[in-house]
């Protein structure tokens, strides 16, 4: 609404009040209850709506756009039946009006009389007209979803917009449809045509995008995404999800720019500056990246993601105190996340406080004993504390929970730490063998190693 409209509608309402606070008798014009109805609908007041609607029919009887006002809350709320018997009434002053057998199937599948629902609609279907039919087949997909027929309600919506590529609750149903039948290429091909038709529409843009982003085709997802919001500038959930698979193709400057877009088109929230600053981490741009966690978690207290991604900026710049005040406050709100622990331990090591860097290694290897990057951070700790013999035996605890290649590089800079070259090459040969392109890890548990002609020498021959 414009401004003079929303003012004229809240008049309304507190027009409304007042006469239901003084106990009068409320008589208003038929389109003020509508308005009124609508407005308790929008704000999801469905027994106010209904509240409207049985005062409009104390003083409008005959007007049949009540009683459809009156079953479709009673639908909203569940109550099927009554909605039936509504309906009946609306049927005497208008016999062929096909929204009351819309309804009708409507509330006669809701209580799971499936086939009189799909007869209803069968019947209706064959006198209907082009606009009547595209909802007579998103009502008869309606009615398919409630008995898990995806497929055949994929067919339904895929009828109404072959009848109408305009047709905006079809555009917005057909999605959830193909994602559970996984009908992709159909969908493509499907948008593609409603495209050809009318290159505007936002909908078909979004759904494309969707089925080439399930498909892999992640070029064209994004291609989809931005005709999408270039079509209709408001269209947040266009913006979010091209900017979320740019971040997940790793494609950072591009989600940002999604992001920054939707700001200038929307009031932000806190998930959005938390977006925004996981792009600005990423880009290693940590003092904008700080800037917008710190608004995020000015429009929500409680998230212990912010804190957390608040706690890594501090820690890339090596401000460790501050890193360690952020993680304690992640903690506090989810103290299951073996992540949280992990980085506390490493802040604490940095700011040589041992004992309380090894308390949160090891909380985070028993929370997620299968993860083995916490089992080499806690090895390299080890290390690092001359404590090697504890390493090798924290090692063959590890194995019991997971394998691979990131514990044979544990073992052999534990092995070349004690001393024992012979034993420390032969699992050298084995940890290549499985994944050569690991061996960096060998250097950052041991640094020394990076300097060992010997090692140097065998790493090069498993190059070949």
């Not at 590529?165 to 039948?181: G, K, N, S």
């Not at 890594?312 to 103290?335: P, S």
């Not at 802040?347 to 997620?368: H, R």
């Amino acid at each position: 609404m414009n401004f003079e409209e929303n003012q004229a509608m809240l008049e309304l309402v507190a027009e409304y009040e007042q006469l239901l606070e003084q106990e009068q008798e409320i008589f208003l014009e038929e389109k003020s209850y509508f308005q009124l109805i609508e407005y308790f609908e929008e704000e999801h007041q469905f027994q106010r709506a209904l509240e409207v609607v049985e005062h409009a029919l104390r003083h409008y009887a005959y007007t049949v756009g009540f009683y459809i006002k009156k079953a479709e809350l009673l639908i909203e709320e569940e109550q099927d039946a009554q909605a039936l018997t509504v309906l009946d009434a609306a049927l005497v002053f208008a016999p062929a009006d096909p929204e009351i057998f819309l309804l009708r199937a409507e509330a006669l599948a809701h209580l799971g009389l499936y086939d009189d629902a799909l007869t209803l609609l069968d019947r209706i279907k064959h006198e209907a007209d082009q606009d009547v039919l595209c909802d007579v087949y998103v009502c008869e997909a309606a009615v398919y979803e409630l008995m898990d027929e995806q497929e055949r309600a994929f067919y339904a919506l895929q009828a109404a917009l072959r009848e109408d590529p305009r047709h905006q609750e079809a555009l917005e149903r057909i999605w959830l449809c193909v994602e559970a039948t996984r009908r992709y290429e159909e969908s493509v091909r499907l948008h593609e045509e409603i495209l050809d038709i009318d290159p505007y529409s936002h909908l078909a843009w979004y759904n494309l995008g969707h089925a080439h982003a399930y498909l892999g085709n992640y070029n064209e997802a994004i291609e989809a995404y931005e005709f999408a919001y270039l079509s209709n500038e408001k269209f947040e959930y266009a913006y979010r999800d091209c900017a979320e698979l740019c971040f997940e193709i790793k494609q950072y400057r591009k989600a940002l720019h999604c992001y920054l877009e939707l700001l200038d088109h929307t009031d932000a929230d806190s998930d959005l500056h938390f977006c925004i600053g996981q792009c600005y981490q990423q880009l290693q741009a940590f003092d904008e990246a700080r800037k917008h966690y710190t608004l995020a978690l000015s429009l929500d207290h409680c998230n212990d993601e912010v804190l957390f991604c608040l706690g890594e900026c501090y820690a890339e710049n090596a401000e460790w105190k501050q890193a360690v005040r952020f993680y304690k406050r992640a903690i506090r709100l989810e103290d299951r996340r073996e992540e949280y622990y992990a980085a506390l331990g490493e802040a604490y090591f940095e700011l040589g406080e041992w004992e309380k860097a090894e308390t949160n290694f090891k909380k985070a290897i028993k929370m997620a004993p299968d993860q083995i990057q916490y089992q080499m951070q806690y090895t390299g700790f080890l290390i690092e504390m001359d404590r090697v013999e504890e390493a090798l035996q924290t090692l063959q605890k590890a194995e019991e929970f997971a394998l691979g290649a990131e514990l044979l590089y544990c073992r052999v800079a534990c092995l070349f730490a004690l001393g024992r070259r012979q034993e420390a090459f032969y699992w050298l040969g084995e940890a290549l063998a499985e994944d050569y392109n690991m061996h960096q890890a060998l250097f950052e548990l041991l640094p020394s190693l990076a300097y060992d002609s010997d090692v140097l020498a065998l790493i090069a021959n498993h190059a070949l």
